[in-house]
Antibody, heavy 114, light 107 residues
Framework: EVQLLESGGGFVQPGGSLRLSCAASGFTFSSYAMTWVRQAPGKGLEWVSGISSSGVSTFYADSLKGRFTISRDNSKNTLFLQMNSLRAEDTAIYYC???????WGQGTLVTVSS | DIQMTQSPSSLSASVGDRVTITCRASQGISNYLAWFQQKPGKAPKSLIYAASNLQSGVPSKFSGSGSGTDFTLTISSLQPEDFATYYCQQYDSYPITFGQGTRLEIK
């Protein structure tokens, strides 16, 4: 059974940092490009970042302006998202997905507030 | 960036109806188009990939078609569990982009 299990979300003050993790199982993680998608409360889906299967190539939404860094550890079947300089508008559920959306995690909630 | 325009934004239908949702890309994306269903409080669920391929376990009442810039998702014989929000997504090129969603409600 395919599983993507996100962790690392929580409550943080503006300007703070969080590191999200996504543990993958049930498929050949190292063969898949992966992405992070977020959903602000009551809003639609927004793509945040993507990474190639090898980890060599990374991609980001323009709106992030260099604050987030995606990475992966294929030896541990884990995807990461380092989020710095967090803002209130980053408040959302963050989902780990395979590129093309075949696999989704259950999401982890990030709340940025003072 | 490729813009995905999804229509309608909301749709009211009855149990047993057949409905169609459309998604238009601002430039050609071949068949790199996916459809998702999302219910309140739940993660999105993949329905269709590569424009017309049904994900494993998804009932055949869902079907997708299109290529290039124009795509459709059709749901036949609506059942109560089908009332949800539906999104399209292009994954032809980065940044990956979503349609704004279609909220399917019971009439």
């Amino acid at each position: 059974e395919v599983q993507l299990l996100e962790s690392g979300g929580g409550f943080v003050q503006p300007g703070g940092s969080l590191r999200l993790s996504c543990a993958a199982s049930g498929f050949t993680f190292s063969s898949y490009a992966m992405t992070w998608v977020r959903q602000a409360p009551g809003k639609g889906l927004e793509w945040v970042s993507g990474i190639s299967s090898s980890g060599v190539s990374t991609f980001y939404a323009d709106s992030l302006k260099g604050r987030f860094t995606i990475s992966r550890d294929n030896s541990k079947n884990t995807l990461f998202l380092q989020m710095n300089s967090l803002r209130a508008e980053d408040t959302a559920i963050y989902y780990c997905t395979s590129k093309g959306g075949g696999y989704w995690g259950q999401g982890t909630l990030v709340t940025v507030s003072s | 960036d490729i813009q995905m325009t999804q229509s309608p934004s909301s749709l009211s239908a009855s149990v047993g109806d057949r409905v169609t949702i459309t998604c238009r890309a601002s430039q050609g994306i071949s068949n790199y188009l996916a459809w998702f269903q999302q219910k309140p409080g739940k993660a999105p669920k993949s329905l269709i990939y590569a424009a017309s391929n049904l994900q494993s376990g998804v009932p055949s009442k869902f079907s997708g078609s299109g290529s290039g810039t124009d795509f459709t998702l059709t749901i036949s014989s609506l059942q109560p569990e089908d009332f949800a929000t539906y999104y399209c997504q292009q994954y032809d090129s980065y940044p990956i982009t979503f349609g704004q969603g279609t909220r399917l409600e019971i009439k």
